[in-house]
């Protein structure tokens, strides 16, 4: 029986990455997607082409009863779940927190802290009663350290850190485990308005040499869904080069 994992945000960037990954092993994927249908279906495409099964959902994971109709769609989609990747996000322009509205704040935290609490709470209970499942929550470096000129990015995925400790501890005794994976500099559209003269300042400042891929996480993310990781939980993973260490 193949495996099955639900990954959100998976219509571009770090998401669509993981998907293939999960694909090529095998895997059945629940594609969900916000405004980018056809490049989920592209997505959904790719993984059956890699040799998994997909299919694109459409759900905003920052409303409570949106998560709840991704999980049991996927759930009937596929007979079964047994990841969540948790990776769906937005990030703000860089700029002074005193310059951050209460707009760009409250938008913020509903997709990037309230969108994995929503959809953590509609699986969990699955997870339990199958006394198994792995999720991974997707922070940033800026969670771990802090960045300037980012401080309410940070503080939201400071949140998802800590939440991924606590929840690991909470349904542990369960079979339950949860980690999250911290990037750091990625190439998708997230970091589309970086100029080339920053992104090359960035890759200088990376001990590796070089900027992150999508696939450089999802093989991460990956590895923390697998049996290969079955005594990893409430661990924070950096993905990045060694810029944060
Ligand atoms: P992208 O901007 O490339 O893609 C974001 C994805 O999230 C899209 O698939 C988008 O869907 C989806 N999404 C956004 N809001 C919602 C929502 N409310 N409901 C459902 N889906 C939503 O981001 P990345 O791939 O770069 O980032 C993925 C994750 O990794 C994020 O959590 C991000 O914060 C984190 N991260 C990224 C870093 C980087 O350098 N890129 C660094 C550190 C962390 P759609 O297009 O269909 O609307």
Redesign the pocket.
Known sequence: MPKTVLI?????????AAALAFGRQGWQVGV??????H??EEVCLAVREAGGSAVPIR?????PE?AGYLVETALSAFGGLDALVC?????LPQMLLTDVTDDQWRALF???VD?VFYICRAALPHFVRQKAGSIVT?????GQTGGSCEVA?SAA?GAVIAFTKALAKEVGPSHIRVNCV??????????AHLSPDDLEALRQETPLERL?S?SD?AEAIYFLCSPQSRFVTGQILGVNGGMVI
Do not use: F
Not at 32 to 37: A, D, E, I, P
Not at 182 to 191: A, F, H, K, R, S
């Open positions: 959100t945000g998976a219509s571009r960037g770090i998401g669509a969900n997607y916000l405004h980018s249908k490049q989920a759900a905003d994971i920052s409303l949106e990776n769906a996000g937005i990030a509903a997709a990037d969108g997707l922070s940033s470096m800026w990015y995925k911290c990037p750091g500099v990625i190439q998708t559209d997230m970091n992150g999508p996480v």
